[in-house]
Structure formats: C-alpha cells, structure tokens
C-alpha cells in the first residue's frame, strides 16, 4: 500500500508540475520577456522626447533657411517681378536690353521632384563682350533660383553700317516660381 500511496503521490505531484507550475514558468518568461521589450520601447519613447526640442529647433532653423532662401524667387506676377528684377539689377552693366520677352510657365525641367513651377523668359541686347559675361556670371551668383540658358553671340549691327566691337546677345532666363499658398 505505502508504493501505491508513494506512486499517487509522485503522480500528484508530476500532474501538479505538468499542468500548474509549467505554464506559469512560461508565462513568467513570456511577462520578463515583454517587460523587457517594454523598457527598450520606454528607452526609445524618453531619447526621442529628449531629441524632440532639438529636433523642433532644427526644424526652426531649416524653416528660417528656406524662408530666406525662398525670397529672391518670384512670386504674384512674375512677368513684373522678373522685369523689375532684370531691370534693377543690369543698372550697373553696361548693356542695353530694349526687350524681355513673354514668360513662360511650364513644369521644372531642371531639377526633377521639386515643389516650385519654372518660367522661361527670353532676353535681348546688345554689349561688349566682356560686359556680357560679366554680366551673365554674376546674375547667376547673386540669383542662385535662376539660371541663364541658351546664350546666342552675334556680332552687333553698327547705325553706320560697318562692322562694331558689340555683340547681341539672345537668351532664356529660367526662373523658379514659389506656388501660391
């Protein structure tokens, strides 16, 4: 009897293991598990917080940049500004630009995937060699948003005539457009 009283027991005992103290073994290293993972995402959640005013003070500075970079980019009516534009700036060069053509709105085909419209407008005139390229060379310095493209030479007709030192020149202004709010 005692065997068969030691035998239940250890059955008992067995049954008690298997089907009670198993599971919550498992269930105790399911809970490390994901209290474990809990505290990685926690870790994560407080460095991001921490980087959040940094990241918002970037983000000022960025939006500060691109506020300033986007003011030399036409805007409202373009033919005027563009004019005015060309015009105030060739005050200190001597050429003469009698014409700036009609703009040209069209999709960006210089840069692929930005947010802005382009317009091309055609410019005519007349100057010395050396004062065109210097001319040609600092617009596009000092207005990083426009490029000069398709620059035509030819030689100047003179009022007397004959031949002159003066060139004409012909050529597209490319100038980004800031969509309208």
Do not use: C
């Not at 009897?1 to 269930?27: D, R």
């Amino acid at each position: 009897m005692l065997i068969v009283v030691a035998a239940a027991t250890l059955a008992m005992i067995g049954l008690i293991y298997l089907f009670l103290i198993l599971p919550q073994n498992e269930k105790n290293t399911k809970l490390a598990t994901d209290t474990k993972n809990a505290k990685a995402k926690w870790e994560q959640y407080k460095t991001v917080i921490k980087q959040a005013s940094a990241t918002a003070k970037n983000l000022e500075e960025i939006s500060a940049e691109l506020s300033r970079t986007e003011k030399d980019i036409a805007s409202g009516d373009v033919y005027s500004w563009t004019y005015d534009t060309i015009r105030r700036f060739k005050a200190d060069y001597h050429l003469e630009i009698p014409s700036v053509g009609q703009p040209i709105l069209g999709e960006v085909d210089l840069l692929p995937g930005i947010p802005y419209k382009q317009v091309k407008i055609t410019l005519n005139g007349t100057g010395y060699f050396h004062d065109i390229g210097k001319f040609l060379a600092d617009f596009e310095n000092t207005f990083p948003h426009m490029r000069i493209v398709g620059l035509q030479l030819d030689p100047a007709p003179s009022p007397s005539g004959g031949a002159s030192e003066k060139l004409a020149f012909r050529t597209d202004v490319v100038v980004l457009v800031k969509p309208n709010p």
